[in-house]
């Protein structure tokens, strides 16, 4: 039986290991928390990242990585942006030298501008990366709802071996070599998801949203065929679908804490109330830098950066987006 480990029992991450489990693959969860360890082997359920999912048997959780690992040909880190790096350091050792890392987690490293396959490679150098991403909100993965993702990889054969396990007849993945453009798709779409919930905060309609997703799927492009991406993957799952489930979707963490930036709050208390890494605001602060040094246009990144660091009024900062200066409409 093939094992496969996931490092991180967040939402995503427990989602997609019950998925597998219900193939007949062992998972093994690591977790630093012993009560969500407790909650997983006893309890049969992640009460804190995805509650009323039932945990089948072989599932095993366990604050051990060196167990968690032990004899897995996957490891998936489930983890945040930001702790990447810091947990392959951790792993590095522990990983099977035929072992494929698989990363889930959608972001930039905001002192690098690394993506995260190039921090895995750094920290891991002999394993090969695939990228999985995708359209793809943890509550309906774990209710089997039909779900397309992406996996990425400068390995082709690594990638279709992914593809073969995470398939399932609810779960259909694709593969891409185009791996900066799925990772740089990810990452830039929870700005825009931020900035989508922050106008559903104000108050703003159907019609301002579709501007912002319209116009931050250019930002995206823009910045990722800089950064060396196709264009066309842009169009698929990773880029425009990922776009419209994150910038819409009342599962969606980004839009959730948009929505309370726009009623007041500020990011650090949205986050708080959200009780779960909001990508967003990190990708926001990485991109506003990077597309600086890139000399890369991206007003809504602007805008939405004003807002989270710098005081600026969300209504004064759409205004501002709308009276600057007239152009043509141009798709990058």
């Not at 490092?7 to 219900?22: D, R």
């Amino acid at each position: 039986m093939k094992k496969i480990a996931f490092i991180g029992s967040g939402s995503f991450g427990t989602a997609l290991g019950v998925t597998l489990s219900k193939k007949g693959y062992q998972i093994n969860m690591w977790d630093r928390s012993k009560e969500t360890i407790e909650d997983i082997n006893v309890k049969k359920e992640n009460i804190k990242y995805l509650p009323n999912i039932v945990i089948p048997s072989n599932v095993f959780a366990t604050c051990d990585l060196k167990e968690s690992m032990d004899g897995c040909s996957i490891i998936v880190l489930a983890v945040p942006s930001h702790a990447v790096r810091e947990v392959c350091k951790k792993i590095k050792e522990y990983v099977h030298m035929d072992a494929i890392i698989v990363n889930i987690a959608k972001g930039i490293e905001v002192e690098t501008y690394k993506r995260l396959s190039e921090i895995i490679e750094e920290e891991i150098p002999n394993n090969p990366v695939v990228v999985l991403s995708g359209p793809s909100h943890a509550e309906e993965v774990a209710q089997d709802l039909p779900t397309t993702l992406v996996a990425a990889s400068k390995d082709r054969q690594s990638a279709i071996e992914v593809q073969e396990v995470f398939t399932t007849s609810k779960l259909r993945v694709y593969t891409n070599d185009d791996i900066i453009g799925v990772e740089i798709g990810a990452a830039v779409k929870n700005i825009i998801a931020l900035a989508a919930g922050v106008s559903d905060g104000i108050g703003f309609g159907d019609n301002t949203k579709a501007a912002l997703m319209t116009r931050g799927m250019n930002e995206i492009k823009r910045i990722g065929v800089e950064l060396g991406a196709r264009k066309e993957t842009f169009s698929g799952l990773t880029g425009v679908g990922d776009l419209i489930v994150t910038c819409t979707s009342g599962h969606s963490r980004n839009r959730r804490a948009g929505i309370l930036i726009g009623k007041g709050y500020s990011y650090e208390d949205a986050a708080k109330e959200i009780g779960m890494v909001v990508e967003g605001v990190k990708a926001c602060k990485a991109f506003y830098f990077l597309k600086k040094d890139l000399h890369v246009s991206m007003p809504i990144t602007d805008a939405l950066y004003d807002v989270l660091f710098n005081g600026k009024d969300p209504k004064y900062a759409v205004y501002e987006l709308m009276t600057r200066e007239k152009k043509d409409e141009i798709y990058y």
